[in-house]
């Protein structure tokens, strides 16, 4: 699961990671960051994202200030229906991120709707589909958020 | 309170939402489907960036890829008048990528604080909540740790572009 990256690739991942510039040409801005040509960088790029390396590339939006809402929620799946609950709940655009865990709350998602309003919509639609009870877990303080990684 | 983004501001958000043209110029390129001059453009998203509603323009690696295979969400039932105190505490540690307050779910679920560790193998992990667990002391009436096993989605937002 671990890709093959040289160290060039590391290089840019670690760049992009903390910022893309706001420039005409700004592979030329990148490429002299982490010593390389414009089109190498950007050939890299491509590659990285059709390979899945990277999952998003371009801004990171605060979803609520821009009106909008993220939650964080669970269920309790079944281990014998797991991959048709797992198919039923990524079907909904709501569904931004989901991840198996290990415990008996063993599904997590992120919902992300464009009002407030709209999780309450997105939870109904999930346990209509599952018929298990979503547990909801908006956030009340963020205290930090930071997702970068060494590459 | 931050005013809601006006028509154009949505329709780039549209525009980028499943990422930037991986073209040379990808500001011109976004311009010509909005019909807008690359000059506006960057000063819409500068003005986004200045106000928080993008945190940042760049590439979000998928951590397995990266070699981060470990991923705990460590979670704490922790006393509420001590809350801000100590999650901003854990948010400073290096290795939490998130740090929340969120609602409990009794009796299911009587964690309060959400703390994200990342490692490239478990042992890093569960060092790291060790020292959660050690910087929280007595305020701290239990916790637990959740890997994840499995990515099932991982897109990011959507809004509407109809």
Request: aromatic content about 8%; glycine content about 8%; charged content about 25%.
């Amino acid at each position: 699961m671990t890709a093959l990256l040289d160290a060039l690739d590391r290089r840019l991942i670690n760049t992009l990671q903390d910022g893309f510039p706001l420039v005409d040409e700004p592979w030329r801005v990148v490429a002299e960051a982490v010593g390389s040509t414009p089109e190498e960088v950007l050939e890299r790029v491509r590659r990285l994202r059709e390979t899945g390396v990277l999952t998003r590339f371009g801004p990171m939006f605060q979803i609520e200030r821009l009106g909008g809402r993220f939650v964080l929620a669970a269920l309790a799946v079944p281990e014998a229906r797991f991959d048709k609950v797992a198919a039923a709940v990524n079907a909904l655009p709501e569904v931004a991120h989901n991840y198996r865990r290990t415990h008996r709350l063993n599904m997590w998602f992120v919902l992300a709707t464009e009002t407030p309003e709209g999780i309450a919509g997105a939870i109904a639609k999930i346990e209509a589909a599952t018929g298990l009870p979503v547990f909801a877990f908006p956030k009340h303080r963020e205290f930090f958020v930071d997702m970068r990684l060494q590459a | 309170m931050d005013s809601l983004p006006d028509d154009l501001d949505r329709r780039l958000v549209i525009a980028t939402q499943a990422g930037l043209p991986l073209v040379a110029r990808p500001y011109d390129a976004l311009a010509a489907g909005l019909g807008v001059t690359a000059e506006e453009v960057k000063a819409r998203l500068a003005a986004m960036l200045a106000s928080g509603r993008i945190r940042r323009i760049g590439a979000v690696p998928n951590h397995y890829a990266l070699g981060y295979t470990a991923n705990g969400m460590s979670v704490w039932d922790v006393d509420d008048a001590r809350i801000v105190e100590l999650g901003e505490a854990v948010g400073r540690l290096d290795f939490v990528t998130h740090c929340y307050e969120r609602p409990r779910v009794l009796p299911d679920w009587p964690y309060n604080l959400f703390a994200m560790v990342h490692g490239r193998d478990r042992q890093t992990v569960l060092a790291g909540v060790a020292e959660i667990s050690r910087l929280l002391g007595g305020a701290c009436r239990g916790h637990d740790l959740l890997f994840s096993t499995a990515i099932l989605k991982k897109t990011g937002l959507r809004i509407g572009g109809g």
